[in-house]
């Protein structure tokens, strides 16, 4: 059973805000979702996972200094720059 | 519907300038509302051209790109008001090979936002129309990408696949579309939705135009640590096919008929079977969990903090972010990573993501034991003619339409999409599954089939 707490904790994980009458109709499409996702019990644990369908090494590349974008390109899509920088939210708060 | 072998028939008598010009002046009279962003700087490409400056094998064709795919300078949105005035700094790995080759980037196509979608409904920028039939889907997420094909307003495009991205539009557009082998093109600036699954890959309409985009876009990217470094290069086969009909992979009656009929068509040059795929039914559940976790974790980029929608003040991160992204996001996107993360959350990890790549296991090792006994697999793409807009409103009832092509996605083998004909004048679409990096395979059997039905899906006007 997905209850409306659990909706109110998976949107903080996801640091999405909801608004009040979005958490009850999330809640009733997460409930029959994860009820379909249910079908997955039936497979037995011993498999082993497949994390990618490659068989893909470490790929190694020459330690040299390469041109990165000018910093006026990585900063040219931001809203809050100062000195040059990114100025993001405070993470410690008063 | 054009082709490259006609636009250069075209530019033998005409200036790339008038034509391009004439393709825009059609877009923009357009109801599709497969583009969200033109291209203006298409205009001086064709200049060049027609003064002779322009070389290469896509040398004054017109390639339109999805909107997941970074153009430097040229807004790309994924269809998102989280990236609606996003310019990238730099250009995708298939956007810089495009740009070698000659071809003129005419605009950005519309698209479920962030890929997530089977219909294009999704998108801020609103719903793309049927060629076919207005008051019906374009399918998704690639949607803008299969209705400009289709409505005469580009000659090749972009897709992106993650699901079944390319081909459900390329089916219910009637044109072709496929979904490379994983890591055959290089994903350098296609914006992240599920890594693990998705690739960019070839829209046209024709297998000469589809193989020849291919051509141009694959190979060796060391920005992409994915990439496998494989070429490839279109070669014409001759030989019998072993063909297995893949049993679990079903559709509507209309729709099977139809398929039917094709299986006829096959079976003069090749041999047709029967296969299946027993961990079919685990399929559609495993991939939306994959997904969805990979969504979680490819999303938390979006804050507010380097580019993308912002918010005028700055106040504590956790309320800025969760603004932000609740400004920023749809409901669909909203919907996916909020799953995602509960999927990967403590105490559900082992019990929905694991699980969920265990069946990937079971998937993979279906195809590989099909894909011994046949040279290709195949199956009908979309499960029905393309809805109506707004018809499939509950989620779950949406991501089921995906039945047929998600596992292929799983086991990152190649697939294609290609029309086969009309059902109440709406196009279907044939899927063609073939082994790891055996595309070549795959487009001789679509070149076998084209050339028995060109006039039938050639015959009919989009509305």
Redesign the interface.
């Known amino acids: 059973m997905i209850t409306e707490r659990?909706?109110h904790h998976?949107?903080?994980?996801?640091?999405?805000?909801?608004?009040p009458e979005e958490v009850e109709k999330?809640r009733r499409?997460?409930q029959?979702?994860?009820e379909?996702?249910n079908?997955?019990?039936?497979?037995p644990?011993e498999?082993?996972?497949?994390?990618?369908?490659?068989p893909?090494k470490n790929?190694f590349?020459e330690d040299v200094p390469s041109r990165s974008?000018d910093r006026e390109?990585?900063l040219?899509?931001?809203?809050?720059v100062e000195d040059g920088y990114?100025?993001?939210?405070?993470?410690v708060?008063d | 519907m054009i082709t490259v072998r006609e636009w250069r028939e075209r530019l033998e008598s005409e200036r790339c300038y008038d034509l391009i010009l004439e393709l825009f002046e059609r877009i923009e009279r357009s109801k599709l509302n497969a583009f969200i962003t033109l291209n203006r700087e298409a205009l001086e490409k064709a200049r060049e051209y027609d003064r002779g400056e322009v070389k290469g094998r896509l040398a004054g064709i017109p390639v339109a790109v999805k909107d997941n795919i970074t153009t430097k300078g040229l807004r790309t949105t994924c269809a998102s008001k989280m990236l609606e005035n996003y310019i990238p700094p730099f250009d995708a790995h298939v956007v810089e090979r495009l740009k070698q080759e000659g071809a003129i980037i005419i605009g950005k196509t519309n698209m479920d936002e962030f890929a997530m979608g089977t219909t294009t409904e999704t998108s801020y920028f609103g719903v793309v129309r049927n060629p076919y039939d207005l008051n019906r889907v374009a399918g998704g997420s690639s949607g803008g990408s299969g209705a400009c094909l289709a409505g005469d307003e580009s000659v090749l495009a972009l897709g992106s696949d993650t699901g079944g991205s390319i081909r459900c539009p390329a089916s219910f557009c009637g044109v072709f579309g496929l979904k490379p082998t994983y890591g055959l093109v290089s994903r350098y600036g296609l914006i992240p939705y599920a890594n693990s699954l998705e690739q960019i890959g070839p829209m046209a309409n024709s297998v000469e135009d589809l193989a020849l985009l291919l051509e141009v876009i694959a190979g060796r990217d060391e920005r992409d640590s994915t990439n496998a470094g494989v070429e490839f290069r279109f070669k014409r086969m001759d030989g019998r096919f072993r063909i297995g009909i893949i049993r679990e992979m079903t559709a509507k009656d209309e729709v099977m008929e139809k398929f039917y009929e094709i299986v006829d068509v096959i079976r003069q040059r090749h041999e047709v079977v029967e296969v299946s795929l027993s961990s079919f039914k685990y399929a559609l559940a495993a991939y939306y969990i994959i997904a969805m976790s990979e969504a979680s974790s490819n999303l938390a980029r979006y804050d507010g903090v380097r580019y993308g929608h912002s918010l005028d003040k700055l106040c504590s991160w956790t309320k800025y972010f969760a603004r932000v992204r609740a400004e920023g996001f749809g409901e669909e996107v909203k919907r996916r990573i909020m799953l995602g993360s509960y999927a990967l959350s403590a105490g559900y990890y082992g019990r929905y993501y694991l699980k969920a790549l265990k069946v990937r296991t079971l998937v993979k090792n279906d195809f590989q034991k099909a894909l011994k006994e046949c040279d290709l697999l195949i199956a009908p793409t979309m499960p029905s003619l393309p809805f109506k807009i707004g018809e499939l409103a509950d989620p779950l009832t949406m991501y089921k339409m995906d039945v047929n092509t998600v596992p292929i996605n799983l086991a990152g083998v190649p697939a294609m999409s290609m029309p086969i004909g009309f059902v109440r004048g709406l196009p279907v679409g044939l899927q063609i599954i073939g082994n790891y990096f055996e595309e070549n395979k795959i487009l001789n059997l679509a070149l076998d089939i084209e050339e028995e039905i060109r006039d039938e899906i050639r015959s009919k006007k989009v509305a």
Do not use: S, W
């Open positions: 659990d909706v998976i949107a903080n994980l996801a640091k999405i805000e909801l608004k999330f499409e997460f029959k979702i994860i379909y996702f079908i997955l019990d039936e497979v644990e498999i082993e996972p497949t994390y990618h369908v490659l893909l790929v590349r974008l390109e990585v040219m899509n931001a809203r809050h990114f100025k993001g939210p405070k993470i708060e």
